[in-house]
């Protein structure tokens, strides 16, 4: 789960880790409040959404800039107006952007120079690892492949923590000396601790900053969290924006189906995640273009069934679908009872195409071939794809 | 034979008297499994199904029965402190059911793990089979056929869909092991591709993988370098969007790396017959292996 820049810096205050003070607002009606406590001058106005590129991203209606600096508190107040509610695309939103529902407004920071520092887990140990650069506000990707020797990494004890002799590894491997050393391992410590205890799978700040006065500060703030951990910080699963994340994919989370929008028209319904991405190679491999990635699980019921077929029914983009079933656990007839249910309730009008294979699969293809709606059945998984290919390009 | 579980394998089953270890702990009852052994905290003393007794810790269960594999259904946010109780009980092989471990919890197993002589199959994986022999998971028992084929796989469903494709061809499987679908796991891939190198009776592999990590890579490499068997393999993904996890915790594509493309380029650098769909997997091994 990802959350906004302004809750980012909300943790990033609890646990000690200096940002520049800010405010956020989601009505205009709050702007003056909002901006009524920072100093008077330049003022940073931010749209809030979950996407990288807001600064040099464009609105809709061909504003430009994601993040504005004001000169003065009026002149932010006008930003800001022109981007609530207005729709924001970044490279990372897609064409259809996303649609700023807060306005966070920040003091302005004189920067000295420009840092990145990241904490995520790492697959390759299996255990945390600390990234920093002295390349700040750019990309850590690129960075690595141009000039991999400006990173240190840290790997982490997950049983010890992050010790203090790491964080200095950091501090100097960044340059720091005297007073941002301390300030830098004050700073590590907190987001280490933030990291640690709240289960985030990234915490990143990019840039860090120091300022000519030699303060070392997070001017940006990202963080995600593993979602199987949510179920202990009902404080993080508070901060979730529903206007951030697609309706279906919610309504489907809301039926414990893993869902998945994508732009084709070949919507897919599978049991067990790897078949599910094994289904959309194939449809794609024959010339088709899937719609979705569904994973109905390995118990999936017939009222399951029903509402994974109302959810890729809604997709008017969906012109067809493909519904591949090896039922182990899960038995055919079963399966084939839920689907006739499903499509009975649903009012079936797209054509579908049925894969089934497993346990009782001679049952459940007699069932579907006993009824009276249009359903395809399909041998293997190839003739299945082949078959709603054909079926769509007819259309 | 095998790798492993086989008919010397003695089970002890974690969680199970709970829904889905009841449920799974029946299906390999009647596979043949020797089930010797359940344990649920507070229910010590009972009997499942008449005759596999019920203790109420690993080490009490361990002692009596003589257990030497474990199999864990016990929910999430309890599951890593069942792998840790079974680690600490040295049992050597363990497998992990559960999905939906939190990733900090099984990094704090995994260097636990690293100190110990247990390995640690999952989690969230349908488990180990050696057909005709010995069943620990969630996969149904009757599309494995005994013979000569090794799978490794992080899937559940589409490695049934390569075993029957395999059974249908005629040919039967080694062993099956399913290495799970999270970012942090007891096996990979290249330890499966080891172990199975190993076993004089595997004489093929099926190697299935999917976006994220470079597992993938990593037993590629290794198959270039030491495996002269056959190798087949399939990569899962390749139309996912970046950065979404694809139902898999570990299945997302970040920042350029993890890609299908790049994992199918370095299967085909190591002479690996890559499927070119997922209903294609058995007859990609037939190519390079006549059986």
């Given at each position: 789960?990802?959350?906004?820049?302004?809750?980012?810096?909300?943790?990033?205050?609890?646990?000690?880790?200096?940002?520049?003070?800010?405010?956020?607002?989601?009505?205009?009606?709050?702007?003056?409040?909002a901006?009524?406590?920072?100093?008077?001058?330049?003022?940073?106005?931010?749209?809030?959404?979950?996407?990288?590129?807001?600064?040099?991203?464009?609105?809709?209606?061909?504003?430009?800039?994601?993040?504005?600096?004001?000169?003065?508190?009026?002149?932010?107040?006008?930003?800001?107006?022109?981007?609530?509610?207005?729709?924001?695309?970044?490279?990372?939103?897609?064409?259809?952007?996303?649609?700023?529902?807060?306005?966070?407004?920040?003091?302005?920071?004189?920067?000295?120079?420009?840092?990145?520092?990241?904490?995520?887990?790492?697959?390759?140990?299996?255990r945390?690892?600390?990234?920093?650069?002295?390349?700040?506000?750019?990309?850590?990707?690129?960075?690595?492949?141009?000039?991999?020797?400006?990173?240190?990494?840290?790997?982490?004890?997950?049983?010890?923590?992050l010790?203090?002799?790491?964080?200095?590894?950091?501090a100097?491997?960044?340059g720091?000396?005297?007073?941002q050393?301390?300030?830098?391992?004050?700073?590590?410590?907190?987001?280490?601790?933030?990291?640690?205890?709240?289960?985030?799978?990234?915490?990143?700040?990019?840039?860090?900053?120091?300022?000519?006065?030699?303060?070392?500060?997070?001017?940006?703030?990202?963080?995600?969290?593993?979602?199987?951990?949510?179920?202990r910080?009902?404080?993080?699963?508070?901060?979730?924006?529903?206007?951030?994340?697609?309706?279906?994919e919610?309504?489907?989370?809301?039926?414990?189906?893993?869902?998945?929008?994508?732009?084709?028209?070949i919507?897919?319904?599978?049991?067990?995640?790897?078949?599910?991405?094994?289904?959309?190679?194939?449809?794609?491999?024959?010339?088709?273009?899937?719609?979705?990635?569904?994973?109905?699980?390995?118990?999936?019921?017939?009222?399951?069934?029903?509402?994974?077929?109302?959810?890729?029914?809604?997709?008017?983009?969906?012109?067809?679908?493909?519904?591949?079933?090896?039922?182990?656990?899960?038995?055919?007839?079963?399966?084939?009872?839920?689907?006739?249910?499903?499509?009975?309730?649903?009012?079936?009008?797209?054509?579908?195409?049925?894969?089934?294979?497993?346990?009782?699969?001679?049952?459940?293809?007699?069932?579907?071939?006993?009824?009276?709606?249009?359903?395809?059945?399909a041998?293997?998984?190839?003739?299945?794809?082949?078959?709603?290919?054909?079926?769509?390009?007819?259309? | 034979?095998?790798?492993?579980?086989?008919?010397?394998?003695?089970?002890?089953?974690?969680?199970?008297?709970?829904?889905?270890?009841?449920?799974?702990?029946?299906?390999?009852?009647?596979?043949?499994?020797n089930?010797?052994?359940?344990?649920?905290?507070g229910?010590?003393?009972?009997?499942?199904?008449?005759?596999?007794?019920?203790?109420?810790?690993?080490?009490?269960?361990?002692?009596?029965?003589?257990?030497?594999?474990?199999?864990?259904?016990?929910?999430?946010?309890?599951?890593?402190?069942?792998?840790?109780?079974?680690?600490?009980?040295?049992?050597?092989?363990?497998?992990?059911?559960?999905?939906?471990?939190?990733?900090?919890?099984?990094?704090e197993?995994?260097?636990k793990?690293?100190?110990?002589?247990?390995?640690?199959i999952?989690?969230?994986?349908?488990?180990?089979i050696?057909?005709g022999?010995?069943?620990?998971?969630?996969?149904?028992?009757?599309?494995?056929?005994?013979?000569?084929?090794?799978?490794?796989?992080?899937?559940?469903?589409?490695?049934?869909?390569?075993?029957?494709q395999?059974?249908?061809?005629?040919?039967?499987?080694?062993?099956?092991?399913g290495?799970?679908?999270?970012?942090?796991?007891?096996?990979?891939?290249l330890?499966?591709?080891?172990?199975?190198?190993?076993d004089?009776?595997?004489?093929?592999?099926?190697?299935?993988?999917?976006?994220?990590?470079?597992?993938?890579?990593?037993?590629?490499?290794?198959?270039?370098?030491?495996?002269?068997?056959?190798?087949?393999?399939?990569?899962?993904?390749?139309?996912?969007?970046?950065?979404?996890?694809?139902?898999h915790?570990?299945?997302?594509?970040?920042?350029?790396?993890?890609?299908?493309?790049?994992?199918?380029?370095?299967?085909?650098?190591?002479?690996?017959?890559?499927?070119?769909?997922?209903?294609?997997?058995?007859e990609?091994?037939?190519?390079?292996?006549?059986?």
């Amino acid at each position: 789960m990802n959350i906004h820049e302004y809750q980012a810096k909300e943790l990033f205050q609890h646990y000690g880790v200096p940002v520049p003070a800010g405010h956020c607002a989601q009505d205009t009606s709050d702007f003056a409040s909002a901006l009524s406590s920072l100093p008077e001058g330049v003022t940073v106005v931010k749209s809030q959404i979950h996407a990288g590129g807001r600064g040099k991203g464009t609105f809709k209606d061909g504003f430009k800039g994601g993040v504005k600096l004001a000169k003065s508190k009026e002149e932010a107040a006008e930003f800001g107006r022109k981007m609530l509610g207005n729709t924001l695309v970044t490279h990372q939103t897609g064409p259809e952007g996303r649609k700023v529902g807060t306005v966070y407004f920040t003091e302005a920071s004189e920067i000295e120079k420009e840092y990145y520092l990241a904490i995520v887990m790492d697959r390759a140990t299996s255990r945390p690892v600390v990234i920093a650069s002295t390349e700040g506000g750019v990309e850590i990707e690129k960075v690595a492949e141009e000039t991999p020797e400006k990173i240190t990494r840290v790997v982490i004890d997950p049983t010890l923590g992050l010790r203090a002799h790491q964080a200095r590894q950091i501090a100097f491997g960044l340059g720091f000396r005297g007073d941002q050393v301390k300030q830098m391992i004050k700073l590590l410590n907190g987001l280490y601790r933030l990291f640690w205890e709240k289960d985030a799978s990234l915490v990143e700040v990019n840039p860090l900053i120091t300022t000519p006065s030699g303060d070392v500060v997070a001017l940006d703030a990202k963080v995600g969290f593993d979602d199987n951990a949510l179920f202990r910080h009902p404080d993080i699963v508070a901060y979730r924006d529903l206007n951030e994340e697609d309706p279906k994919e919610v309504e489907a989370s809301k039926a414990n189906l893993n869902y998945i929008a994508l732009d084709g028209n070949i919507a897919c319904m599978v049991n067990g995640a790897g078949l599910a991405m094994a289904t959309m190679d194939i449809i794609q491999h024959y010339g088709g273009s899937p719609a979705n990635f569904l994973d109905v699980g390995g118990g999936a019921d017939a009222e399951q069934v029903t509402q994974a077929f109302q959810i890729i029914l809604k997709d008017e983009n969906v012109k067809g679908i493909l519904v591949n079933i090896f039922g182990g656990i899960m038995k055919c007839d079963v399966i084939a009872t839920g689907i006739l249910e499903a499509a009975k309730a649903v009012h079936l009008d797209r054509p579908l195409v049925v894969r089934l294979e497993g346990t009782n699969v001679e049952q459940g293809k007699k069932l579907l071939d006993q009824s009276n709606l249009k359903i395809v059945s399909a041998d293997t998984l190839a003739d299945a794809a082949k078959k709603i290919v054909e079926l769509v390009a007819d259309r | 034979m095998s790798i492993l579980v086989n008919t010397d394998t003695r089970l002890l089953v974690q969680g199970l008297t709970g829904k889905a270890g009841s449920f799974h702990a029946r299906q390999c009852l009647e596979y043949g499994t020797n089930i010797v052994a359940g344990v649920t905290p507070g229910r010590g003393g009972e009997r499942f199904e008449e005759k596999v007794p019920v203790y109420d810790t690993v080490r009490e269960a361990v002692n009596e029965t003589g257990a030497n594999a474990s199999v864990i259904f016990v929910p999430p946010a309890f599951a890593a402190d069942s792998i840790l109780e079974a680690i600490d009980a040295e049992i050597p092989l363990v497998v992990c059911i559960t999905e939906g471990i939190p990733v900090k919890d099984m990094a704090e197993v995994k260097v636990k793990l690293q100190q110990s002589k247990t390995r640690l199959i999952g989690p969230n994986c349908p488990g180990i089979i050696t057909p005709g022999q010995c069943k620990i998971g969630i996969m149904p028992g009757y599309i494995h056929k005994p013979g000569k084929v090794g799978v490794i796989s992080r899937s559940g469903t589409l490695t049934y869909e390569a075993v029957w494709q395999l059974t249908s061809l005629g040919h039967g499987q080694s062993t099956c092991i399913g290495i799970g679908g999270d970012p942090v796991s007891g096996t990979s891939h290249l330890d499966a591709v080891k172990l199975f190198n190993e076993d004089p009776e595997t004489e093929a592999l099926i190697l299935i993988g999917e976006i994220g990590g470079t597992a993938e890579e990593e037993a590629a490499a290794y198959i270039k370098e030491h495996v002269k068997k056959p190798v087949a393999g399939f990569i899962a993904g390749a139309t996912a969007p970046p950065g979404r996890r694809m139902g898999h915790a570990g299945a997302i594509v970040s920042g350029g790396s993890g890609t299908a493309e790049a994992k199918i380029a370095a299967m085909k650098d190591a002479g690996i017959e890559v499927a070119e769909t997922p209903s294609h997997m058995g007859e990609a091994l037939l190519r390079v292996y006549r059986g």
